[in-house]
Every structure is written in structure tokens, then in C-alpha cells.
């Protein structure tokens, strides 16, 4: 049988549901798959996706690390990153950066001090 990974889905600990919808359903555009808390006060664990970007946000203590990070690898980064700058969101205004190993990458924060750093490759020129 051959080893075959399938999606990897990285879970973002956040401390403010409020805050967690602003930054990543405001800015970042996308939606609640599901929410789920084992009783009404009880802490939230949620996912939100946009297209195949999938992460699990998670108010639990104990799940995940305020601060980690993850690589989005993607196509239409110029795109994105127009996007995100017209919105003008006050907490967070990512540049596009030329990274001198070949790719564009624009790395946001969100307000948990975790960074989602989305990155495209730079096609070659021949010449």
C-alpha cells in the first residue's frame, strides 16, 4: 500500500470569536463551514474555509499555540493581495514581497499573533 496524504487542515488558537469572524470571514473572505461547542458557554472549535484554504480556529485551551504558522501555497497572489489592501482593515495591511528564493508571499496576522503566509511561485524568465 502506498502512503498518500490527502489535505492538511492546521489548527489557529483564538481567545475572541468577535475578533476571529472580523479577520477571518471580513478580511479574509471566508466562510463558517461549521461551529461546534460541547455546551452553550463552552469554548467554540470552528471551521472556515475559502476555496481549498481550510483551517480550524479553536478557542480550547490546549489546542494549538498562540503565534504558529502556515504556508498557503497558491496561484493569484497579486490578486489577493489587492483584495486585502482595498478592504483597509485597520490591524493588518500586507505588502507583497519578492522573496530571493523565487516566490511572492504576503504574510498576514491575524489578531491571535498567528501568521498565514500565502505564497506563489515566480515564474522564470528565459533570458
Given amino acids: 500500500m502506498v502512503v498518500e496524504f490527502a489535505k492538511v487542515v492546521p489548527t489557529f488558537r483564538i481567545f475572541s470569536l468577535e475578533k476571529a469572524r472580523e479577520f477571518y470571514i471580513g478580511f479574509l473572505g471566508c466562510q463558517v463551514d461549521w461551529e461546534h461547542r460541547f455546551e452553550p458557554d463552552a469554548p467554540v472549535y470552528m471551521q472556515v474555509s475559502r476555496g481549498n484554504l481550510v483551517l480550524h480556529l479553536s478557542e480550547h485551551h490546549g489546542d494549538a499555540t498562540p503565534g504558529s504558522?502556515?504556508?498557503?501555497?497558491?496561484?493569484?497572489?497579486?490578486?489577493?493581495?489587492?483584495?486585502?489592501?482595498?478592504?483597509?482593515?485597520?490591524?493588518?495591511?500586507?505588502?507583497?514581497?519578492?522573496?530571493?528564493?523565487?516566490?511572492?508571499?504576503?504574510?498576514?496576522?491575524?489578531?491571535?499573533?498567528?501568521?498565514?503566509?500565502?505564497?506563489?511561485?515566480?515564474?522564470?524568465?528565459?533570458?
Avoid: C
Avoid at 73 to 86: F, P, Q, S, T
Avoid at 90 to 98: F, I, S
Avoid at 107 to 121: A, C, L
Fill in 69 to 127: 504558522v502556515a504556508l498557503v501555497y497558491m496561484k493569484g497572489i497579486e490578486e489577493l493581495h489587492r483584495e486585502l489592501i482595498a478592504k483597509n482593515y485597520r490591524h493588518n495591511r500586507p505588502g507583497l514581497e519578492r522573496m530571493e528564493w523565487g516566490m511572492l508571499q504576503v504574510t498576514v496576522i491575524d489578531p491571535f499573533g498567528n501568521r498565514i503566509r500565502f505564497s506563489e511561485p515566480i515564474e522564470k524568465s528565459n533570458g
